[in-house]
Nanobody, 121 residues
Framework: QLQAFGGGLVQAGGSLRLSCAAS????????MGWFRQAPGKEREFVAA????????FYADSVKGRFTASRDNAKNTVYLQMNSLKPEDTAVYYC????????????????WGQGTLVTVSS
């Protein structure tokens, strides 16, 4: 299971750190993805991190502002979000799939419940 938390209300230019805690199984060998979905829009890829080697990949819209990381001991992945913009407002989800990451949400097998991030202007 995955549980995402850490969302909230922040002013533009501020920061938040999302966490995604994994339980019930090991996700070694999995890719962990972060996605977001704004009202009326499709779920979109934000970032991904390899649980095994920590390699990361980012959507162009967040590159340089967001950083994905992991803590193997805590079985948790993080998404540090800096320089937030109103257009970052969305429900953020973490997801996991065995093997490589995909930027499409469809290949992911496990999903957290989502956490709301609201960025005010």
């Amino acid at each position: 299971q995955l549980q995402a938390f850490g969302g909230g209300l922040v002013q533009a230019g501020g920061s938040l750190r999302l966490s995604c805690a994994a339980s019930g199984r090991t996700f070694s060998g999995y890719a962990m993805g972060w996605f977001r979905q704004a009202p009326g829009k499709e779920r979109e890829f934000v970032a991904a991190i390899s649980w095994s080697d920590g390699s990361t990949f980012y959507a162009d819209s967040v590159k340089g502002r967001f950083t994905a990381s992991r803590d193997n001991a805590k079985n948790t992945v993080y998404l540090q979000m800096n320089s937030l913009k109103p257009e970052d407002t969305a429900v953020y989800y973490c997801a996991a799939r065995r093997g490589s990451y995909f930027t499409s949400p469809n290949p992911y097998d496990y999903w957290g419940q989502g956490t709301l991030v609201t960025v005010s202007s």
